[in-house]
Structures are given as C-alpha cells and as structure tokens.
C-alpha cells in the first residue's frame, strides 16, 4: 500500500494515505473528522444577561415585574387598551388630512384634489407649471437687479385689496386674471423692480391692466399708495410716504 502510515486522532485505527497528503492527514475520514470536532468543541461563552428590574406599564401606569427587559406592558387586556389607542390614534392622524375644496395656489380656483393628491396646492400640473414660472421670472429679475425678494401669495394680496384696482378703485374681478380686459387684476410694483425696488409683499399692490400699462417704471402717488424709502425692505430712495 503506497503513502505513509498515520493514525486517526478519533478512532485510533492505522491507515494510509499518499505522501503529498502526508501533513494534512489526521483522521482516517470525513465522519470521524466531524466526529472528533464536536466532541472537542470550545464550551458557549456564557451570556451576560441583564438583571429584569421593575417598569411602569406604558398603558395603565402600574409598576410591574416583566418577564423579560423588552417588555413594557404588564398585562393582555393593557394590551388590548394599548392597541386600541394606537388604532385610534392612527384614525385621528388620517382625518386631520385636508381632502376637501381648497383655493389653487396658481390661479385661485376652487378644487378638489383627486384621490392621492390630498396635498396637492394647484388644481393641474398645468397650473402649478405656470405658477413656477412667475415665481421663477420675479425671483430671477430681483437677481439680476440685485433688489430684495420674498415669496408670497399673490391671490392673498387681491383678497386684501378687496379685488379692486389700487390707484383708480375699479373692480377686478377674479375670474378675469390672466386676460387681457382692462379690468383684469395685475401685479404691480409700488416702486418698479427695474428702478431698484424690491419684490416684497410690502412693495406690491394690485392695479387694473388699464392702469398698470399706463403706471409702467412710473412712481407718483397718481398709482396708488407708496411706502417709505427708508423701510426694512431694501426699497430705495425716490417714495415719500408711508403706504396706508
């Protein structure tokens, strides 16, 4: 028989094998291998366990014993209470969702938001596209003019001026922002972007398209109220008084 003679490490019997396995034989198969492992197996390090102290049953308040560190209810029926509650709670968090008529954001129109979109603010991707756009052109003159800029809401500030043209009282309805109707409500700068003046809401008023046309860079008391050069809103000299 070729190869050297080993003896097994578990069962003790003879056997050979070939000279280049001579280092790695110790066992005369896989199952005395195996065998002779598990009987030699290192001891489990013991765990360190945590000493269960006493909680507060998160639900009914008393102080219990639990049966293991992760438990923080001391009884079935606290918690049932205890699932009940969060049900509830979950119930109260759902309602609190707005899914009723809102005003659109970009064009004032009254919706409702389809199913999915509760927290929608515009009544099409349309609007809201067309709405970015004009808050995109504001905030991107005011840049260029290096002139003051604060987002705000241009339906509130009509809603504030009665929907009525600032410099000669005539009605703007609503219905006709966006058109081309002398009539139709627009924004307009007390002091004009182009001669420095800011975009805040403190800077703004709303006028007819009659009157803003004529108005354009112009500051007179003739177009509506003006504001004080001196304010905290970066307008530049040029107004004399206070707005009302």
């Given at each position: ?166 410099a000669c009282g005539v009605p ?73």
């Amino acid at each position: 028989m070729s190869g050297s003679a080993k003896t097994c490490e578990h069962c003790g019997i003879t056997f050979y094998r070939r000279a280049r396995r001579d280092d790695a034989a110790r066992f005369c198969s896989k199952a005395c291998g195996g065998k002779f492992k598990t009987a030699n197996k290192a001891p489990p390090r013991p765990r360190e366990t945590k000493p269960i102290v006493d909680k507060q049953c998160i639900q009914c308040g008393d102080v219990f014993t639990p049966a293991n560190n992760g438990a923080s209810i001391c009884s079935d029926s606290c918690r049932s209470d205890r699932a009940l509650y969060n049900s509830k709670r979950s119930q109260m968090r759902k309602a609190g969702i707005n899914r009723g008529p809102r005003n659109c954001k970009g064009c004032g129109v009254e919706y409702t938001p389809e199913y999915g979109r509760a927290s929608s603010v515009y009544c099409s991707d349309e609007c809201g596209r067309k709405h970015s756009a004009k808050v995109s052109k504001h905030r991107r003159r005011a840049m260029i003019k290096g002139v003051g800029y604060e987002p705000f809401n241009v339906f509130d500030l009509f809603a504030q001026s009665g929907w009525c043209c600032a410099a000669c009282g005539v009605p703007t309805p609503e219905e006709k922002r966006g058109s081309i109707d002398p009539d139709a409500p627009e924004l307009d700068h007390i002091y004009p972007i182009s001669l420095g003046g800011p975009h805040t809401l403190a800077n703004a008023q709303l006028l007819c398209r009659l009157c803003n046309g004529e108005k354009s860079n112009e500051v007179s008391e003739r177009w509506g109220n003006l504001i004080n050069p001196a304010n905290d809103n970066g307008v530049p000299g040029g107004a004399s008084e206070v707005a009302a």
